[in-house]
T-cell receptor
């Protein structure tokens, strides 16, 4: 069975600090996708990144970076120099990659608060 | 990615009534998904809606409670029937991306439902 664990329920940091959100996953599939989504207070779910299971290269996009390690089944997300606008709930998610009909399994989310 | 809209954005309903939520996409998509997010919780898939066929429901969700229509490739509705306070949630529709982006789901802005 597939499972995504986000052990950090809430994180609060002061603006400009770096913060890492942890994500650990379980799957028996050899081919799968990992995702991060952001849900600001307005409620919409914003797609941030998708990573294929065969691509372990880390990715950087501006202040955001992602570290994918198959050996530890982890897909962690780091925000550098955090800003108040980064305050949101962040979800890590997993789906099998065999078809576009695959449902996404979401973690429980990490609520990130950035204090000015 | 596709532009997805939902109506209504929010509603307050009385116990025992029904509410129909609309999801409109600006391009034709084969599959649409409906999720529920209960307060403070993660997202749970309700059903997958294909055009021209019956929706496929996840365990714990039944058609009598959550009937879904998919009349064409750009539109779907989810009805929450005979509502109770436990149905108070955010309801989100999603679609898969196109071509190389097929493994990713993009979400509408959500419908925030409160049942009194």
């Amino acid at each position: 069975a597939q499972k995504v664990t986000q052990a950090q329920t809430e994180i609060s940091v002061v603006e400009k600090e770096d913060v890492t959100l942890d994500c650990v996953y379980e799957t028996r599939d050899t081919t799968y996708y990992l995702f991060w989504y952001k849900q600001p207070p307005s409620g919409e779910l914003v797609f941030l990144i998708r990573r294929n299971s065969f691509d372990e290269q880390n990715e950087i996009s501006g202040r955001y970076s992602w570290n994918f390690q198959k050996s530890t089944s982890s897909f962690n997300f780091t925000i550098t120099a955090s800003q108040v606008v980064d305050s949101a709930v962040y979800f890590c998610a997993l789906s099998e990659a065999r078809s576009s009909a695959s449902k996404i399994i979401f973690g429980s989310g990490t609520r990130l608060s950035i204090r000015p | 990615s596709a532009v997805i809209s939902q109506k209504p954005s929010r509603d307050i309903c009385q116990r025992g009534t029904s509410l129909t939520i609309q999801c409109q996409v600006d391009s034709q998509v084969t599959m649409m998904f409906w999720y529920r997010q209960q307060p403070g919780q993660s997202l749970t898939l309700i059903a997958t809606a294909n055009q021209g066929s019956e929706a496929t429901y996840e365990s714990g969700f039944v058609i009598d409670k959550f009937p879904i229509s998919r009349p064409n490739l750009t539109f779907s509705t989810l009805t929450v029937s005979n509502m109770s306070p436990e149905d108070s949630s955010i309801y989100l529709c999603s679609v898969v991306g196109r071509e190389a982006d097929k493994g990713t789901q993009y979400f509408g802005p959500g419908t925030r439902l409160t049942v009194l």
